[in-house]
């Protein structure tokens, strides 16, 4: 079991909606959470980062972090065709020094005229 | 904004041969990372630097080898090169425990 779980999909949505991705994750002393970006061939590039339970709102994204549930969601309002891209859920174990990130699969999101 | 900056975006290199990739981390930034991302997965760490200092360890080979300058700058050097290494490998730098920013990548092809 990858310790970064998440639907690999294709997640498919119609231009104007909202797309709800997800992720669970496995270790229990994780305190970072990040959402990454990533077009084909290209790098990552970050979304959000959230650390405490509860909601945050940035522009059309909303992120969702249950730590007792150890869950992670993200939430893209007016979805448009430039979103369609694949979406990496990373943790860190730690707020330490050079922590690394544990990477999901990604879910790829496809946003249809 | 400055960016992380990669050296060289495109290699390709012969099987047994030599490779040496350079990452150039956001002006202030401390801290890098390397990871490596095959065809279809997702990135994979490598190593990480803080203040010069090795800081953390994963599925990095042992013909692998890494280490970061007095300028910050770091560089991944991989001997005897197989096949498998052919991948996207990116360099992320960060200040002290803050979040990632990822490098535009190298391009490692192996023939």
């Known amino acids: 079991q990858k310790e970064v779980e998440q639907n690999s999909g294709p997640l498919s949505v119609p231009e104007g909606a909202i797309a709800s991705l997800n992720c669970t994750y496995s270790d229990r002393v994780s305190q970072s959470f990040f959402w990454y970006r990533q077009y084909s061939g290209k790098s990552p590039e970050l979304i959000m980062s959230?650390?405490?339970?509860g909601d945050k709102e940035d522009g059309r994204f909303t992120a969702q972090l249950n730590k007792a549930s150890q869950y992670v969601s993200l939430l893209i309002r007016d979805s448009q065709p430039s979103d369609s891209a694949t979406y990496l859920c990373?943790?860190?174990?730690?707020?330490?020094?050079?922590?690394?990130?544990?990477f999901g699969t990604g879910t790829r999101l496809q946003v249809t005229l | 904004a400055a960016g992380v900056i990669q050296s060289p975006r495109h290699l390709i290199k012969e099987k047994r041969e030599t490779a040496t990739l350079k990452c150039y981390p956001i002006p202030r930034h401390d801290t890098v990372y390397w990871y490596q991302q095959g065809p279809g997965q997702d990135p994979q760490f490598l190593i990480s630097f803080y203040e010069k200092m090795q800081s953390d360890k994963g599925s990095i080979p042992d013909r692998f080898s890494a280490q970061q300058f007095s300028d910050y700058h770091s560089e991944l050097n991989m001997s005897s090169l197989e096949l498998g290494d052919s991948a996207l490998y990116f360099c992320?730098?960060?200040?002290?425990?803050?979040?990632?920013?990822f490098g535009p990548g190298t391009r490692l092809t192996v023939l």
């Open positions: 990373a943790v860190s174990p730690a707020t330490g020094t050079a922590s690394k990130l544990t």
């Open positions: 959230i650390y405490s339970n």
């Open positions: 992320a730098s960060s200040l002290v425990v803050d979040t990632q920013y």
